[in-house]
Nanobody, 119 residues
Framework: QVQLVESGGGLVQAGGSLRLACAVS????????MGWFRQAPGKEREFVAR????????TYTDSVKGRFTISRDNAKTTMYLQMNSLKSEDTAVYYC????????????WGQGTQVTVSS
């Protein structure tokens, strides 16, 4: 079955960095678009970043542009989110997601990893 497993979350001071990873199995990784979402306490889940199939294009929400970098390693079937200059408002549970070819949206999700930024 399809599995998406996030890792790399934790507690970091404001201004610090973290790198999240999402290990994927059970689907054709290289042809799937991948994305990161986050959900802060009391808020709805929001889009953070997306990388297209084969890593051709990337998209970011405005609040993380210039600070976060999404990437993928198709050989390792793993996606990453490098997060620099972290702010307290980045505190959330971060989820990775996969969008198969032909799917209308992201149709597989990980269980989430907590990122806490202390000010």
């Amino acid at each position: 079955q399809v599995q998406l497993v996030e890792s790399g979350g934790g507690l970091v001071q404001a201004g610090g960095s973290l790198r999240l990873a999402c290990a994927v199995s059970g689907l054709t990784f290289r042809s799937s678009a991948m994305g990161w979402f986050r959900q802060a306490p009391g808020k709805e889940r929001e889009f953070v970043a997306r990388v297209s199939a084969y890593g051709i294009t990337t998209t970011y929400t405005d609040s993380v542009k210039g600070r976060f970098t999404i990437s993928r390693d198709n050989a390792k079937t793993t996606m990453y989110l490098q997060m620099n200059s972290l702010k307290s408002e980045d505190t959330a549970v971060y989820y990775c997601a996969a969008q198969r070819v032909g799917a209308q949206g992201f149709d597989y999700w990980g269980q989430g990893t907590q990122v806490t930024v202390s000010s």
